[in-house]
């Protein structure tokens, strides 16, 4: 956890800081004897490892950063003696400066009442306009007046004229004949919620929820408001705010460089490309990497050489795909290591994905990669890191292989035996109901999907590239931000990962195994009365396992090896160990 503390913040600096680290000596430890952790399994029987966001809650953590939250800011005291005589104050104010405020929910429309722009005084009409209940009539508005009437009624009176004053800024109400003689137009389809209207008031929810649908801010405003407003009329309102929220589409692509000339300066040693396609003499953008420093750093010196590579596609009007690059923590959380946005799942894109992966962190000699079946990918893996230990992803293979075949059960077995005789065992029987089977799967499918092959040293037995698919889980509902944003937003979310994961770890106590891990291992110690122990030397035993698989190994603590192999490809004793 401690390798995240190198993370900057946008908009900080490394030379003065802003924030000074915490102190973190005074923080408690943790007494994980007394700690209760519940339970689950997964899929193959195994107790699941708990989520980072249940240790948070058990911890208390997430309780102390809503206490945080609702505590007052301590105010600022002045210390010293007598200051009679010695203040003097100094005024910043521009004389015979016009400052204009007023509640943009509940604007007054009086006469002589001020506004700052012809914009806003359009804005403020419409809004009294929804307030009162009638519906607002244009009948002229240019930079320089605005007639406006109520048309619930062709006999109601109610007229206003706004002009532009002699500052050529602020609007002034001239004319205003505050009388009604019609019907309320609460919940009545109006054309008073304009386009810009619905804007005004979506900029703050869309910048809350950027991923807030039409649909559900039309709602929203009109139960809020009490007016009936058209789809087309949100939808356009809804684009309008996004785009004075993160700017323009087209911007978007350009403000990228400047995010990396950026994120280079608050956190040297960060691996940010981009790339731009010429066409026709228009450029285009192509495509964007992005591994942060600590990212690196933490990958580096800490953590299993494990990565799973996949994408998914965006949602906004770039149509290309959010690139990932994921590896494993020790509490088996998944770890965001580099990100990129791609044209399309070509092979050129991904080989140029990897390079600049490779450009992070070098060419290590230990290392695998998990892929979906994805052709492309799997080829610039192959040319880019060519000694890698190159894993398929199991889950997508047998979406193909149900396609084809039919009543083969055994594969799942098959793919989770670390031993190579049972591998064998269950392939055989498969084999023999169908020839195709072999064919098949070493002409469509012959990367390493099953355990038996895996490389030990790697201590991740993950059959499937689950990791990779949490994480585009976990980016689920950004996915369709212009492009400055979206890299924007992951660095943020990053950020807030790694301070969650940080205060996790301040209440652990060194040199103890993770908690997460000894629920697990303790779960392992239950059930074992069909396995006999006949001794052998102080460290190594003979395990007699009794129930329908009659089978022997032999474990040797002190190697921390079991014939099973299961504990040489997790790192974690198998149920064999126990007993011994």
């Not at 919620?193 to 979506?202: H, I, R």
């Not at 280079?264 to 026709?280: A, H, Q, T």
């Not at 931000?481 to 937003?489: I, R």
């Not at 652990?508 to 059930?527: C, D, E, F, S």
Request: net charge negative; proline share 4%.
């Amino acid at each position: 956890m401690s390798r995240h503390d190198s993370e900057v913040t946008m908009g900080s600096s490394t030379d003065t800081p802003l924030l000074l680290a915490e102190d973190s000596s005074h923080i408690p430890l943790v007494d994980w004897d007394n700690i209760q952790i519940v339970e689950a399994h997964d899929e193959e029987g195994r107790i699941e490892v708990i989520s980072e966001d249940q240790l948070y809650d058990i911890l208390g953590l997430r309780s102390e950063d809503e206490i945080t939250m609702m505590v007052e800011p301590p105010r600022m005291v002045e210390r010293g003696g007598d200051t009679e005589g010695a203040a003097i104050p100094v005024s910043d104010a521009i004389p015979d400066e016009v400052v204009i405020t007023y509640d943009k929910d509940h604007p007054k429309m009086d006469l002589g009442t001020m506004y700052p722009t012809m914009d806003e005084f359009r804005l403020a009409v419409r809004q009294f306009a929804i307030n009162e209940e009638f519906e607002l009539g244009i009948e002229k508005s240019d930079k320089e007046r605005f007639r406006g009437f109520c048309k619930s009624s062709e006999d109601c009176p109610w007229r206003i004229v706004g002009r532009l004053q002699g500052d050529e800024k602020t609007i002034k109400v001239t004319l205003l004949v505050d009388r009604h003689d019609c019907i309320s137009s609460s919940r009545v389809k109006t054309v008073t919620p304009s386009q810009k209207w619905v804007a005004s008031k979506a900029v703050s929810i869309v910048r809350n929820d950027p991923n807030i649908g039409a649909k559900k801010l039309q709602k929203k405003l009109e139960d809020e408001y009490s007016v009936t407003i058209s789809y087309d009329t949100v939808w356009w309102g809804r684009e309008k705010a996004l785009a004075v929220v993160y700017g323009k589409w087209e911007d978007s692509f350009e403000m990228l460089y400047r995010w990396k000339a950026e994120v280079l300066k608050r956190s040297p040693g960060s691996v940010v490309e981009i790339e731009f396609l010429e066409i026709d003499g228009n450029v285009y953008f192509h495509r964007f990497f992005c591994a942060l420093k600590p990212c690196i750093d933490g990958y580096l010196e800490g953590y299993r050489t494990y990565l799973g590579i996949d994408s998914t596609a965006l949602n906004g009007r770039w149509n290309g795909h959010l690139a990932s690059a994921t590896a494993v923590d020790g509490h088996n959380w998944m770890y965001p290591l580099a990100y990129g946005f791609i044209a399309s799942e070509m092979e050129d894109n991904w080989t140029w994905f990897m390079n600049q992966l490779k450009k992070a962190i070098g060419d290590p000699p230990l290392l695998a990669v998990c892929t979906d079946a994805c052709k492309g990918l799997e080829n610039a893996v192959k040319n880019v890191f060519p000694n890698v230990d190159q894993r398929e992803c199991f889950f997508h293979l047998m979406k193909n292989f149900v396609k084809r075949f039919q009543g083969f059960g055994k594969m799942y077995p098959a793919a989770r035996a670390y031993r190579e005789e049972v591998f064998t065992e269950h392939m055989t029987s498969i084999f023999k109901e169908s020839n195709a089977v072999w064919d098949w799967l070493r002409q469509y499918h012959n990367l390493k999907w099953m355990r038996c092959v895996f490389n030990p040293e790697i201590k991740c037995d993950y059959i499937t590239n689950n990791v990779a698919e949490v994480f585009n889980n976990w980016i689920r509902d950004i996915k369709d931000l212009p492009v400055a944003e979206l890299a924007d937003k992951v660095r943020e979310m990053i950020m807030g990962l790694w301070r969650k994961r940080r205060k996790i770890g301040e209440r652990l106590a060194a040199g103890r195994i993770l908690p997460g891990i000894m629920v697990q291992l303790k779960a392992n110690t239950r059930g074992l009365g069909h396995l006999k122990v006949v001794e052998s030397a102080n460290w190594s035993a003979e395990i007699w396992d009794n129930s329908n698989n009659c089978e022997r190994h032999i474990v040797k603590l002190n190697q921390k090896t079991c014939t099973c192999l299961e504990w040489q490809h997790t790192g974690k004793p198998c149920n064999m160990s126990w007993p011994s």
